[in-house]
């Protein structure tokens, strides 16, 4: 599978690329959103120039998909749960 799949935060506006969906959210510089990275081996012939394809998932989006958990590991300062 050469296809990637990770969260990153925005830096820069982001049109959700959700490709069978028809949204119309954009991902906002400090919004988390799920870049998907198709390489050229990939089987999804998205990257056919020779280079990967990035494509970006809004949150909503990838929660609809079932990959709202990707979300969850966020460690913002030092947050423990000792009891
Ligand atoms: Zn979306």
Request: hydrophobic residues 25%.
């Amino acid at each position: 599978m050469s296809t990637q799949t990770r969260v990153r935060t925005a830096r820069k506006l982001h049109r959700c690329d959700r490709w069978c969906d028809e949204c119309t959210r954009w991902v906002e510089p400090g919004d988390r959103y799920v870049e998907h990275t198709e390489f050229p081996s990939g089987d999804a012939a998205l990257a056919t120039n020779g280079r990967p394809v990035h494509l970006a998932e809004c949150r909503p989006c990838a929660e609809h998909s079932g990959r709202g958990d990707l979300f969850v590991p966020v460690t913002e300062g030092t947050e423990t749960h000792a009891q």
